[in-house]
T-cell receptor
Framework: AQSVTQLDSQVPVFEEAPVELRCNYS??????LFWYVQYPNQGLQLLLK??????LVKGINGFEAEFNKSQTSFHLRKPSVHISDTAEYFC????????????????FGGGTRVLVKP | NAGVTQTPKFQVLKTGQSMTLQCAQD?????MSWYRQDPGMGLRLIHY???????DQGEVPNGYNVSRSTTEDFPLRLLSAAPSQTSVYFC?????????????FGPGTRLTVT
């Protein structure tokens, strides 16, 4: 089984400051890693994903994440946030599988609410 | 494309009532799923379908039924609503892209059971 822990439930940050959202995961098998963003009153949308290769992954809206296998972490960062980045962010994993049922099962962390202040 | 659509956006039910949450997608995705979102718990998988006529249980299936008669539609039925089912419900469909499945989420249905 897999589990995902997001270490901060809320992160207040001032506009134009950097932000880091922490995510740790546990799995007995290899996984893919994802970050999703949920803007107020909307569904989730994919920010970025890590499958293999370079451990630094760039996503949309200036976000990037770094995979650290030894620490089983996948932290999300942005060097300078905007008011529009106020949202809830979810880290998720799925097992590596070409079988639809297995490959689509996402295990989510509890979410981190980012509030960007002017 | 409209993507993944869900109706209604909001619903209030009394304990014991039944209802169906609707979900539709126009992207011809074979895989569809239902999640519930509760504070601090992220999203948890209720039921999923790998194609028309095939459904299976996820992590938290009790109290919910699904069916998949067409590729486009995947309704979620609450048989006898309970306060513990107060939650936000998201439907998703997925596409295999760049080496993994990517899920597309609908805007959600906020359900309150009193």
């Amino acid at each position: 089984a897999q589990s995902v822990t997001q270490l901060d439930s809320q992160v207040p940050v001032f506009e134009e400051a950097p932000v880091e959202l922490r995510c740790n995961y546990s799995s007995s098998v290899s996984v893919y890693l994802f970050w999703y963003v949920q803007y107020p009153n909307q569904g989730l949308q994919l920010l970025l994903k890590y499958l293999s290769g370079s451990t630094l992954v760039k996503g949309i809206n200036g976000f990037e994440a770094e995979f650290n296998k030894s620490q089983t972490s996948f932290h999300l960062r942005k060097p300078s946030v905007h008011i529009s980045d106020t949202a809830e962010y979810f880290c998720a994993v799925s097992v590596i599988s070409g079988i639809k049922a297995a490959g689509n099962k996402l295990t989510f962390g509890g979410g981190t609410r980012v509030l960007v202040k002017p | 494309n409209a993507g993944v659509t869900q109706t209604p956006k909001f619903q209030v039910l009394k304990t014991g009532q039944s209802m169906t949450l609707q979900c539709a997608q126009d992207m011809n995705h074979e895989y569809m799923s239902w999640y519930r979102q509760d504070p601090g718990m992220g999203l948890r998988l209720i039921h999923y379908s790998v194609g028309a006529g095939i459904t299976d249980q996820g992590e938290v299936p009790n109290g919910y039924n699904v069916s998949r008669s067409t590729t486009e539609d995947f309704p979620l039925r609450l048989l006898s609503a309970a306060p513990s089912q107060t939650s936000v419900y998201f439907c998703a469909s997925s596409l295999y892209r760049d080496g993994s499945y990517e899920q597309y989420f609908g805007p959600g249905t906020r359900l309150t059971v009193t």
